[in-house]
């Protein structure tokens, strides 16, 4: 299947949810604070996902559009000192990237940090579309602040882009349960030297809710879909640089072939 019969398939997926706007999302539940459960989806699951979720769930609409393409630009230092605190599996470990809204040409910088159970801690700034690519005297400020507050620790040196992540992004909301569900498809990783086309015929979901599992987790669950242990930045670190050590991921690694 192509990545554009993909996109054809979530729409028609979507198709039957009620819209929900973003200032009514934003409105809910920030979600700063969250636990994350991810899945690799079969497409096929994916539709019969949806059809169970429709009568709670509701689909973030823009302009008349429920997908939207995204741009991520990931920052490491040259030996990939923070993906490696990952494989690692280190308490203090974070994750820098900016995003960029393609439909709105808008961006933020992020700061994603793992809180004291496990947690998501997301922190965000606004950030210019044309220094997405780079880390601004602002960018690094914001860094420093947020390592000092939640670690107690400085930020490593020589941090600069490695790699980005484009993809299509749907969002279903849980307006009573506080909860999301994103929705991704036609993945590709790049980097300065060669690109890597994730596989069209499945949907990288993530469940985010404030703390025990949703109804999303539990219908996914009756699918016999399980969760996995995935980052998109280690995913595609891993596959760009294949002299990195990648234990932690190697069977999730085999899905994304």
Same mark, same amino acid.
């Given at each position: ?24 999302v ?10 994350? %459960?991810?899945?690799? =989806? ?6 019969? !996902?949806?059809? @169970?979720? $429709?009568?709670?769930? /509701? +689909? ?23 993906y ?14 900016t ?17 004291? %159970?496990?947690?998501? =801690? ?6 210019? !579309?044309?220094? @997405?690519? $780079?880390?601004?005297? /602002? +960018? ?14 400085q ?20 307006p ?11 993945l ?23 703390? @025990? ?45």
């Open positions: 299947m192509t990545a554009r019969r993909t996109v054809a398939a979530m729409t028609g997926a979507l198709e039957p949810f009620q819209p929900i706007t973003l200032a009514d934003l409105a809910e539940a920030a979600l700063q604070v969250r636990i994350d %459960r991810k899945y690799l =989806v079969p497409l096929e699951t994916f539709i019969e !996902l949806t059809v @169970r979720l $429709r009568d709670r769930f /509701a +689909a973030l609409q823009i302009d008349g559009k429920r997908t939207f393409g995204y741009e991520s630009v990931y920052f490491d230092t040259p030996d990939h000192q923070l490696l605190d990952h494989v690692q599996r280190r308490r203090r470990r974070y994750k820098l990237r995003r960029a809204y393609l439909d709105s040409d808008e961006c933020s910088l992020e700061v994603k940090l793992k809180g004291n %159970r496990s947690e998501t =801690v997301k922190s965000r700034m606004p950030y210019a !579309l044309e220094d @997405r690519a $780079r880390l601004t005297p /602002a +960018a690094q400020d914001f860094l420093a602040e947020q390592l000092r507050t939640q670690y107690g620790v930020a490593e040196t020589g941090l600069g882009p490695v790699l980005s992540t484009t993809y299509r992004r749907s969002t279903l909301v849980d009573d349960g506080h909860a999301r569900l994103t929705c991704d498809i036609d590709r990783f790049s980097s300065r030297h060669q690109t890597v086309d994730v596989t069209p015929h499945a949907v990288l979901v993530e469940s985010k809710t404030a703390g @025990r599992a949703g109804a999303a987790d539990e219908v996914l669950r009756d699918l016999r879909v399980r969760p996995i242990q995935v980052s998109k930045y280690c995913v595609a670190a891993a596959l760009l640089n294949p002299h990195l050590r990648s234990n932690p991921w190697h069977r999730t690694l085999q899905l994304f072939h």
